[in-house]
T-cell receptor, first 114, second 113 residues
């Protein structure tokens, strides 16, 4: 089954404690993204990657890092989380190619930073 | 830069009534446009997309949207609402298909019995 998986699904942490949210896709897509969703703001892109070792900032990259060492994985790293990073996070993987263009989303990771 | 505006953060319709969710975009060139649906405690699911083919796009669950370049709009419609349509709907735009995606702030659809 084609899917995007994220772990953990729920996470409570404290300010300053480094954490990583993993994202993996099994569709061999080159393009992947991370978003955060906040009430009234919709989804905002944090980082995206167009291929292995190719990443770029989205609209809200401050406080986040990513890496893309292999095609299937795109982890999101919070080196020193702060309460304003409390949010719902989604990873997405994109099938590209004209009319086939489709973005697949993971189930989300709900993060609470105390 | 691109932007997406969804008019109405909450829309309420009666079961069987027409659903109309509005989306306007700003872009200097024709964009690629998408509608996504999010059910409670779930991720986003693609409803339909416009990628410069037919201007009237049909999606899943009876939804459709029409791309109107002159109005820079991509409104989502469904002739007859069903209780199962209650969810949050997001409009999104991208230019290069593999570049940045911009999402609207979302519209929560409530369907009354």
């Amino acid at each position: 089954e084609a899917q995007v998986t994220q772990n953990p699904r729920y996470l409570i942490t404290v300010t300053g404690k480094k954490l990583t949210v993993t994202c993996s896709q099994n569709m061999n897509h080159e393009y992947m993204s991370w978003y955060r969703q906040d009430p009234g703001l919709g989804l905002r892109q944090i980082y995206y990657s167009m291929n292995v070792e190719v990443t770029d900032k989205g609209d809200v990259p401050e406080g986040y890092k990513v890496s893309r060492k292999e095609k299937r994985n795109f982890p999101l790293i919070l080196e020193s989380p702060s309460p304003n990073q409390t949010s719902l996070y989604f990873c997405a993987s994109t099938r590209t190619g004209g009319y086939q263009e489709t973005q697949y989303f993971g189930p989300g990771t709900r993060l609470l930073v105390l | 830069a691109q932007s997406v505006t969804q008019l109405g953060s909450h829309v309420s319709v009666s079961e069987g009534a027409l659903v109309l969710l509005r989306c306007n975009y700003s872009s200097s060139v024709p964009p690629y446009l998408f509608w996504y649906v999010q059910y409670p405690n779930q991720g986003l699911q693609l409803l339909l997309k416009y990628t410069s083919a037919a201007t009237l796009v049909k999606g899943i669950n009876g939804f459709e949207a029409e791309f109107k370049k002159s109005e820079t709009s991509f409104h989502l419609t469904k002739p007859s609402a069903h209780m199962s349509d209650a969810a949050e709907y997001f409009c999104a735009v991208t230019l290069s298909r593999v570049n940045k995606f911009y999402f609207g702030s979302g519209t929560k659809l409530n369907v009354k019995p």
